[in-house]
């Protein structure tokens, strides 16, 4: 077994076999079900910050899904952009994740929504433990076994650096790099959006999400224009 070098080849490992597919993709359309029923929303145009689950799912549809880092043009607008898998919290500083957050407003139409999913930062203190999440799975005939590990800032209690470690039959090992991590709390996504005009912002109820890299669900949280 050769030694797997970066998140997106164990990602991949996962999207290539058939059996996650369905599973995965299954629960991606349940959870996307109750966001269109409680928002009222049938997106048609969608950016995704990241190859998902949900992003298989819609493309699966047959929807317009644009995945980062795919080109963009500045003049498009969405009805949706999917910021799943926490990805609003990969960045080094809050000036550079407002900015983030701000950038991606403008780029929803009329009506649109930005559906991002985030675990409760701030009442299970997560990103302070040296050992995070985890997770086993078995792909054809091999386990994985997927920790997180986290390497919190001394000087930053919103920052901290984070890692898997895969171990693959109990006996190939890898340290899979993840960079700079920075926490977003509710309350802050709220006032982020609202700086940015938006009025409506909530949490979809019932809407929890986890992908294969982990166990604790993240909450899905919404914010809509005009």
Known sequence: M????N?????DLFYADREQRKNYIQSARDVFDKVKTQLNVEPDRILALNRSWFSEMLIAQGKDVLVLPSALNPDDRFDMVLATDE??????????QKTIIQQL???LGPGGVLLASLRDFKNTYCHRRMIGDSSFAQINRDSYVITEVNEPSSQDKQKWSAKYHVVVNDQDFSCLEVGSRRTLYFKQLAKYCSDSG??????IKDGYWRNHLRRMPEHLIYARTK
């Open 2 to 5: 050769n030694a797997i070098n």
């Open 105 to 107: 407003v403008s780029l």
């Open 7 to 11: 998140i997106e080849e164990i990602n």
């Open 198 to 203: 938006v009025t409506d912002f909530g949490n």
């Open 87 to 96: 990805m609003l919290t990969r960045t080094d500083n809050e000036i550079e």
